[in-house]
Each structure stands twice: as C-alpha cells, then as structure tokens.
C-alpha cells in the first residue's frame, strides 16, 4: 500500500480522509434533506403531523451530521499544520485556504441557524405545514416565516459545503509537483 510507506506523510492522509469524509458527510446529509426529506413529508396526510416527522428524521440525523462536521474541522486543522511550509513557500497557497475558511464560517453559520430555526420549529409543536420547508395557509407566522428561511438555507448550505469540497480538490492540485515549483518560484519573484 503506498499511502503507508516511509516517506508519504501518513497523517496527511489521514487528515485529507478526515476532511473528505466529513465534508461528504456533512454535504450528503444537507443534499438529501433538501431533495427528499423536507419534501417527502407533504406525503403525510395530517399536515400537523408532518413537522413532528421532520424534526424526527433531523434529530437521528443531528449526531451524525455534527461528527461529519467535526472530522472536516479536525481533518482541515491537521491538512493546514501539516503543510504549514507550503502556505509561507507557495504562492497561492495562503489566499485558498484564507478564502476556504472564510466559506467553512459561512457553511458553519448557516447549519446553525437552520439548526435554530428547527428547534423553533420542533418547539411549536404540531403545528400544520405543506412539507418540511413550506408553511401552509393554517401555519403560525411566526413558523411560516422560519420555514421560508429554512427554505433557502436547505439550498445555501449543502452549496457551500460544496464549495469546500472543490476548494479541497484546488488544494490537492496545488500539491502537484509542477504547481509547488511554481509557485515557490513566483513567490521568491516579486514582479509575477
């Protein structure tokens, strides 16, 4: 197995599998959620039963979701301590990942804030709603107006999550032998 010789820096693969693994978690659950979840709950035919069953799924799914979510953080904590060389070395390198983090804050605001907006959801009870992310004409306000929110962010979210899912395959290819020389060569020129 080459990933386990001398000389390939097993923890980077660990930490890269770490990343991986947690951001397709994290982008799986959020995907499915929007696309068959929050909408396969509008099958049920009580419509005040139907946030109940949406508020289950997400429940079971939280423990899940949360470990995904912390594997993507610890995996892209080690991937950044273990290539610490190349982020002073390698042109290009800093500004990816400053970029990458910046969307890493955004996704991790975002889950938060729909995770608020369920709990206030779940909170109200059975309350009637047309799906998992659309009020009916009979939902409260206050609930119609977090089920919009929790409408879009069903959309935003797994989309940024995305985002780090290609900015990770940007980051492989900066480790190509080609890309680092390169870069290191435009970092110790100025004028590129």
Known sequence: MPWVQPGIARSNVIARSLQDLGAATWFGGLLMGATATNPAVGDIDDERQRGRVMNGVWRRW???????????????????????????????????SVGRSAVTGAALA??????????RISDAGDVPVADGTTPSAQTPSNIAQALRHEHVL???????????????????????PSHVLRGVLRRLDPTS
Not at 161 to 170: E, P, Q, T
């Open 154 to 176: 069903q959309w935003v979210t797994p989309a940024l999550v995305g985002m780090l899912i290609v900015a990770g395959a940007a980051q492989g290819e900066q480790q190509r």
């Open 110 to 119: 975002a889950t938060a804030y729909a995770g608020l907006l369920g709990k």
């Open 62 to 96: 939280w423990p899940v979701s949360a470990a995904g979510i912390a594997a993507h953080l610890v995996g892209g904590a080690l991937v950044t301590i273990g290539n610490r060389e190349r982020l002073i070395a390698q042109r290009g390198v800093v500004s990816l």
